[in-house]
């Protein structure tokens, strides 16, 4: 298992829209630069398209990372996969810097044998929902992928067509009754760093919730996490001395 260690703690890295720190996010070259290192897992956004493909961005449009002001959601995978997009230089003479559909993503992952931590931006549909599930069963890689999303909808639609899928509620903050509400739909959470404590990690262990947390490339706090007992951390890049 791909890990790095803090301080005899072992806490599993994942690379934020793949390892965004060095390459321009949410790429192949991301994805394969985290491939190549020792994170546990490559996370990524996906979204519909207008012709039901699924495209990997985060913003839901490509203004910020390629210049172009086109909608995710209302554009034909056809035309979004023509877009060429900003190097981190702001350049763009990297022709392999384009949109990845779902597939590029999964393919690249189980090649790298790397866990998908899959972000499920669009509110899907039970079709759809069932649509990605059914494409990413054909890679045979399931087993290696955990569902996140901000909307609770789409975990259950998840959940409902797979009982035993890894999946992960995203939130800024966690309360007792959250706690509770996930426990009851067996569902695990991803909750940004800043709103952990000591305290609310235990009583999510003791709940039995995985806990992934966003977004850290301080080691220090991820020494710190770590110490805390966070069972997965999501960083743009947390790599140094310790990583094995």
């Avoid at 991301?30 to 990997?56: K, L, M, P, Q």
């Avoid at 990845?100 to 931006?121: A, D, F, G, M, R």
């Avoid at 909808?153 to 797979?162: T, W």
């Avoid at 709940?207 to 710190?224: M, S």
Wanted: proline share 2%; hydrophobic share 35%.
């Amino acid at each position: 298992m791909n890990t790095i260690k803090f301080d005899n703690k072992t806490t599993r890295v994942v690379a934020h829209r793949g390892l965004s720190g060095l390459e321009r996010e949410n790429t192949a070259s991301a994805f394969v630069a985290a491939g190549n290192r020792n994170y546990y897992g490559i996370e990524t956004d996906i979204y519909r398209t207008s012709d039901a493909r699924f495209v990997v961005n985060h913003d839901g449009r490509a203004d910020r990372v390629g210049g172009v002001r086109v909608d995710m959601e209302t554009t034909p995978w056809e035309l979004l996969r023509e877009i060429v997009l900003y190097d981190t230089d702001g350049t763009k003479d990297r022709y392999d810097l384009r949109l990845p559909s779902l597939e590029n993503y999964i393919t690249i992952c189980k090649k790298y044998e790397k866990h998908c931590i899959l972000e499920l931006k669009s509110v899907f549909t039970d079709e759809e929902t069932a649509a990605f599930i059914e494409l990413i069963r054909g890679y045979d890689y399931l087993d290696g992928v955990t569902f996140i999303s901000f909307h609770y909808e789409n975990l259950l639609k998840v959940r409902a067509l797979l009982p035993e899928q890894s999946c992960q509620f995203l939130t800024g903050e966690v309360s007792d009754e959250m706690i509770a509400r996930l426990k009851a739909d067996r569902l695990d959470i991803d909750v940004h760093h800043a709103g952990l404590t000591p305290e609310r990690i235990q009583a999510m262990h003791a709940a039995g919730l995985t806990i992934n947390c966003w977004t850290v490339d301080d080691p220090a706090r991820g020494e710190e996490l770590a110490a805390w007992g966070v069972d997965q951390i999501t960083s743009n890049i947390l790599e140094g001395k310790n990583t094995v």
